[in-house]
């Protein structure tokens, strides 16, 4: 292998080697080395200081011998007249046993342990949150405390104001909770109209049904005068059971399970159109015909809704609906000719509000569009298939 010289070494023509000038120091005074000394110092203050996070560092006893600004700051503001009793000398250890038991005494224990365990060296590092309310404001902090290195030992705290990710936190949980409780009234309410419906079709509208079959028995027997009012009652008995039958589908569309979406909503939209004297339109594009049930339901509560309201607000003589696929989505579209409504002022109902969160809870967009005098539009996009189920 051929090895090259290095770039500094080269060759005088005698042959002797020259080593390349360097530059050469000059030796410092103290006074140079004492400014030097003050510059690092004030750089290391001017790093420290700047911290938002409070900072302090303890000895290998505990006791505190260096704070910053923002330490010093929350200590004038939280203890008045007693700054010192977390000041620099202080031991911090004391400070956590005198805090043990006391009004702010959570965490206290819990970072009393830990910091006694890291300045006896038996761990590097720990980290604690912990509440620090104070009369006017709700707070809290997370405490980290690193080991120092060298051989003299001692810890740096940092407390850092974590209060807005807590508050975060809160109204995370808060948004869940009311989720998990708007999905178990939707599920009560469902599970309650599926009750009713059943009981309303086995029950109530086979007693009125062998009612008619009676009635129509007992006028053939009379004949007369007698049989014609009789055969007049059977003929209300059996409007009367269609009724029950119709009430008891629109509250739980058993067709929605047994022959799926595209069945359900024709015949609803048939069933609506004859009962209200308003066209419905329906166009379906794709197949629907493996939905999971709680999709579907949600698609049929949608367009019962938009139709109720149509029926009851609009005035429209027409309602187009419109269902199609778009990739893994459904997309439902329900437009009226009615009347029209000031969409952000949609009143105490809660027929708009349960459509959103319904749609909202499977995971999809929901979007009203209306004007007065423009018709009323919704549109919903809705996931066929369950997050995260692929
Ligand atoms: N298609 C529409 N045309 C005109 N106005 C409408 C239409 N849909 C809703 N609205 C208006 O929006 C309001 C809120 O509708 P929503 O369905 O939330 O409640 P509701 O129908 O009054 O009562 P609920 O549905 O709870 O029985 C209605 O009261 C009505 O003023
Ligand atoms: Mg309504």
Not at 149 to 157: D, F, Y
Not at 244 to 272: D, M, N, Q, T
Not at 371 to 376: F, R, T
Request: charged share 25%; proline share 4%.
């Amino acid at each position: 292998m051929i090895k090259t010289k290095p770039d500094h070494a080269m060759a005088s023509p005698a042959g002797r080697k020259i080593a390349p000038s360097r530059p050469r120091k000059r030796p410092r005074t103290p006074s140079s080395l004492e400014a030097a000394l003050r510059r690092s110092e004030q750089l290391t203050r001017g790093i420290i200081d700047s911290l938002a996070a409070h900072v302090a560092v303890l000895d290998s006893e505990g006791r505190i011998v260096m704070t910053n600004d923002a330490w010093n700051r929350f200590a004038r503001e939280n203890s008045p007249g007693r700054p010192r009793r977390t000041g620099v000398g202080v031991n911090y250890l004391n400070v956590c046993r005198s805090a043990c038991g006391g009004e702010s005494a959570e965490g206290a224990e819990d970072i009393l342990g830990g910091l006694t365990r890291l300045l006896k060296g038996a761990r590097e590092s720990f980290s604690f949150e912990y509440p620090c309310h104070s009369p006017n404001e709700r707070r809290w902090f997370l405490l980290q405390a690193t080991r120092l290195r060298g051989p003299a030992g001692g810890a740096v705290l940092l407390h850092v104001n974590i209060t807005e990710r807590k508050l975060m936190e809160g109204k995370l949980l808060d948004h869940e909770r009311l989720r998990v409780l708007t999905t178990g009234l939707l599920n009560g309410q469902e599970e309650e109209r599926r009750r009713i419906a059943r009981e309303l079709h086995d029950g109530l509208n086979q007693q009125v049904a062998v009612l008619a079959i009676e009635l129509g028995m007992l006028a053939q027997k009379a004949g007369g005068e007698l049989s014609a009012g009789l055969r007049n009652l059977q003929q209300q008995t059996i409007e009367l059971s269609d009724h029950i039958r119709r009430i008891s589908h629109r509250l739980h569309p058993a067709a929605l399970e047994y022959l799926g979406i595209a069945v359900a909503l024709k015949a609803h939209c048939a069933e609506f159109s004859q009962r209200e004297g308003i066209r419905a339109d329906l166009s379906i594009e794709g197949d629907f015909g493996k939905l999971a049930p709680d999709r579907a339901l949600c698609l049929y509560r949608v367009v019962q809704e938009c139709l109720a309201n149509a029926a009851r607000h609009s005035g429209a003589r027409e309602v187009l609906i419109s269902l199609s696929r778009s990739g893994g989505d459904a997309d439902l579209v329900v437009i009226d000719n009615g009347r029209g409504f000031d969409a952000a002022q949609r009143g105490k109902g809660l027929g708009l509000v349960s459509m959103e969160e319904r749609v909202n809870l499977l995971g999809g967009c929901f979007e009203l569009r209306s004007e007065p005098g423009e018709g009323a539009r919704i549109h919903i996009r809705l996931p066929l298939e369950k997050e995260g189920a692929a």
